[in-house]
């Protein structure tokens, strides 16, 4: 079992670009969230994906936007890149229907030049 | 709403002496709680949770944690620190109502001296 993979790893944009971070689920898990962990910081919860719809979102503005394919993996794509969005972007999956408890990826540190 | 704080920004023990990382709560319902472990330019890995069965409960590495309602705390707990253990501990709430919206605190800083 693979676990929670991401890519890329690093990332580094300009602001104003744009970015897409991928995020496959643990094997079994039908639920993605995604967090952004700013340096020092615990992570903030962006959103979460459930049967391809966003099933909640934090407090974060609409440049942030994600998709969830059939086979539960996601995507996170941010528009008009400002520099405070560099941070390491967290996925994690879970079972909706279990117990509870989110298995995060390593992340994807982007930095935002 | 929830809400978690962590008590100590920053911890510091002696190799093979105990450690305490505190941890209390707010939720409005009955909650579920977890302590995730992030070492340096790692992802978080779920250490423990509690989800409603026992109150005492073991994770991995030798730690556990009690949940204590009346105190609204989840503290988490190991009679030996390693050097191993130095890592960011973050305390993370969740409500089974909100479809598994977490939480985090702000986490602590662990350092274990030789």
């Known amino acids: 079992d693979a676990g929670v993979t991401q890519s890329p790893t690093h990332l580094i944009k300009t602001r104003g670009q744009q970015v897409t971070l991928r995020c496959s689920p643990k094997?079994?898990?039908?639920?993605v969230s995604w967090y952004q962990q700013a340096l020092g910081q615990g992570p903030q919860f962006i959103f979460q994906?459930?049967?391809?719809?966003?099933?909640q979102r934090g407090n974060f503005p609409d440049r942030f936007s994600g998709h969830q394919f059939p086979n539960y993996s996601s995507e996170l794509n941010v528009n008009a890149l400002l520099l405070g969005d560099s941070a390491l972007y967290l996925c994690?999956?879970?079972?909706?229907?279990?117990?509870?408890?989110?298995?995060f990826g390593p992340g994807t540190r982007l930095t935002v030049l | 709403a929830q809400s978690v704080t962590q008590l100590d920004s920053h911890v510091s023990v002696s190799e093979g002496t105990p450690v305490l990382l505190r941890c209390n709560y707010s939720?409005?319902?009955?909650?579920?709680l977890f302590w995730y472990v992030q070492h340096p330019n790692k992802g978080l890995q779920l250490l423990l949770k509690?989800?409603?069965?026992?109150?005492l409960v073991k994770g991995i590495n030798g730690f556990e944690a009690e949940f204590k309602k009346s105190e609204t705390s989840f503290h988490l707990t190991k009679p030996s620190a390693h050097m191993s253990d130095a890592a960011e501990y973050f305390c993370?709430?969740?409500?089974?109502?909100?479809?598994?919206?977490?939480?985090f605190g702000p986490g602590t800083s662990l350092s274990v001296i030789p």
């Open positions: 993370v709430v969740s409500d089974k109502t909100s479809y598994d919206k977490v939480i």
């Open positions: 094997s079994g898990h039908d639920t």
């Open positions: 509690y989800t409603s069965a026992a109150t």
């Open positions: 994690a999956s879970s079972l909706s229907a279990g117990p509870g408890g989110q298995y």
């Open positions: 939720s409005s319902y009955s909650p579920s």
């Open positions: 994906y459930y049967e391809e719809e966003e099933r």
